[in-house]
């Protein structure tokens, strides 16, 4: 093999240069070659190596960004090598032509690519006040020795404990205690699948009809499904700091919470009539703690429709109406069994020691009339049918059904938030600031007066905005409150809203909006349950609007018309108890 002299005249000269090379010339030449050829096989031997080296940092298992695989490759590696003699395919070398068969690039995401279309965003677990307060809680060396030791949690079904049935008694209201390994690490949603397998409700109906709640004298919160209680627990000091700041030191000491298997407030009625059609001990739980809020005065409705729900609440509990048993003296006597005391005295007729002055009352005879139909109800289709009437009676009487509440304080006592006239005389003359339980449920926000229960403010959540104003420590301890500035539309522009909907009425009156400001030590929590309910509402009208529009695009292809009912959502297939 002949190596060229490396001058620039070497094309040239190439001829006379090989005639006229000497020997010696000749084996100088061929110890070049040698050397350059050492030379090219360890600089070979160099990049295999790198090569080896650089693969064994290769991730073997592929790092997830925004759902797709992403493997880092290995950087290649470039010399100045000259190039080899490729050699042939044994296809062309044979002269064999076969087809070419066509393969997809692999699909590559770089960290510069946006998010696909298809991909599920996951929101965060802390995202909630609560979880943010817990994820900031500092866990102690002992705590995580500990993590695997059995935890004893009870877990209630109802606030309200009549006084006639002992705490002891296990199948009424006195709830489960389990003894649960590694309990420290338990979500409420185990806790839940938990109750629901003990009182015989499948996982799927639990974890979508009811919550774990977490509830004492100052604060009561729904837990999400992610959220440990014992870590709610261990951190109650802390949540009470940062959530009920205008209560006094000592009653925050003093303040143990409780946890109580309630109904989920972000279910919707139409779906929880779904539920009670098919699974009766859903119907029963559901039951439960709707009666418990009844007896909470947090269940505000008019004196007939009260009266109507005790007919009901007696066809349960004691069975068919009979005359001869169920007379006024006995009538008048257990009222109380079936309302709030405060609802009882106002159907309830004169008594003295234990007599009836009177016969029924107006609001007694509609009680009577509501058992008789309950009685008939009871009879044709036994009690879990009538127990469906009285869920139904019950959201249909009051607008705090289901519903989540906040503390809070606003500066219109004993009026009307619409009334703005009297509102301003009201702020001129320096009254004081009055106490409201701000309750939000799956459709509506509501006010109640705290010592008078009566109900100030009902408005539809789809009609309101909010905004929140928080305060820092500091200001807060100077004597500022968090604050939620609640927008509604006026009365008169619903009115006129309602009345161009059903044809009544040609145009709209002009909007205007009504803002009622809420002090709330609870402001940030109020504000993230309306967000979460408006949020679901938004999703239930998309659905609605696109299953509308696929009825009305396949319409044509049917003789018989098609009929959508208000409120139904076909995104539930019936729920199997």
Not at 246 to 275: A, G, M
Not at 420 to 429: C, D, H, Q, R
Not at 494 to 506: D, H, L, V
């Amino acid at each position: 093999m002949e190596i060229a002299p490396l001058s620039a005249n070497s094309e040239l000269r190439k001829g006379a240069y090989n005639s006229t090379m000497s020997f010696e010339q000749k084996h100088t030449t061929t110890k070049e070659h040698e050397c350059l050829l050492e030379k090219k096989a360890e600089i070979a031997q160099d990049q295999s190596e790198d090569g080896e080296s650089s693969e064994a940092f290769v991730l073997k298992r592929p790092v997830s960004i925004g759902g797709a695989a992403v493997v880092i490759e290995p950087s290649s590696i470039t010399a100045d090598v000259p190039p080899t003699t490729t050699r042939k395919k044994l296809s062309d070398a044979r002269q064999v032509k076969l087809p070419t068969i066509a393969m997809s690039e692999k699909p590559t995401v770089s960290f510069a690519d946006p998010p696909s279309a298809s991909l599920k965003k996951t929101p965060p677990l802390s995202i909630s006040p609560i979880g943010y307060t817990l994820h900031h809680i500092p866990q102690s060396a002992d705590y995580r020795k500990k993590k695997n030791d059995v935890i004893s949690m009870r877990i209630y079904v109802s606030q309200f404990v009549r006084m006639d049935t002992p705490e002891e008694d296990e199948n009424n209201y006195a709830g489960i205690q389990f003894n649960i390994p590694g309990g420290r690490a338990a979500t409420a949603e185990y806790i839940v699948e938990l109750m629901g397998a003990e009182y015989g409700i499948s996982s799927a109906i639990a974890k979508e009809a009811f919550s774990l709640w977490m509830i004492s004298g100052l604060l009561e919160v729904q837990l999400k499904p992610h959220h440990k209680p014992y870590e709610m627990r261990r951190g109650w000091a802390e949540v009470l700091a940062k959530f009920a700041e205008s209560e006094p030191e000592c009653k925050k000491k003093e303040d143990e919470p409780v946890l109580y298997f309630r109904r989920n407030v972000q279910l919707s009625e139409t779906r929880e009539q779904q539920i009670v059609t098919f699974c009766s001990r859903a119907l029963e739980m559901l039951l439960i703690d709707a009666r418990s809020s009844l007896f909470l005065d947090r269940c505000p409705m008019t004196a007939e429709r009260s009266a109507e729900l005790a007919g009901l609440g007696f066809a349960m509990d004691d069975g068919g109406f009979d005359q001869k048993v169920h007379t006024v003296d006995w009538l008048r006597t257990h009222l109380e069994d079936q309302l709030p005391t405060r609802m009882s005295d106002v159907i309830r007729g004169p008594m003295l020691l234990g007599k009836a002055l009177s016969g029924f009352n107006e609001l007694e005879s509609r009680v009577v009339e509501s058992w008789k139909k309950g009685s008939a109800i009871l009879k044709a289709n036994g009690v879990d049918e009538v127990r469906r009437h009285y869920l139904t009676k019950l959201r249909e009487s009051t607008p705090c059904y289901g519903a989540a509440f906040f503390r809070g304080l606003i500066e219109r006592p004993g009026i009307s938030p619409l009334n703005i006239k009297k509102v301003f005389n009201y702020l001129l003359s320096g009254a004081p600031d009055t106490e409201v339980l701000v309750g939000v449920n799956s459709e509506f926000i509501t006010i109640i007066d705290a010592s008078k229960h009566d109900l100030l403010l009902v408005q539809k959540i789809r009609d309101c905005t909010w905004r929140k104003l928080i305060y820092s420590s500091e200001e807060i301890r100077k004597g500022h409150q968090h604050l939620l500035f609640l927008s509604f539309p006026d009365e008169d522009y619903i009115k006129s809203r309602n009345e161009f909907i059903t044809g009544k009425a040609e145009q709209l009156a002009s909007m205007k909006m009504n803002i009622l400001h809420i002090f709330s030590s609870q402001t940030m929590l109020l504000n993230a349950m309306l967000n979460s309910v408006k949020s679901a509402i938004k999703e239930e009208d998309d659905l609605v609007a696109e299953e509308l529009s696929f009825f009305l695009a396949y319409s044509h292809m049917y003789y018989a018309p098609i009929i959508v009912l208000k409120n139904t959502c076909l995104r539930h297939p019936p729920p199997v108890c």
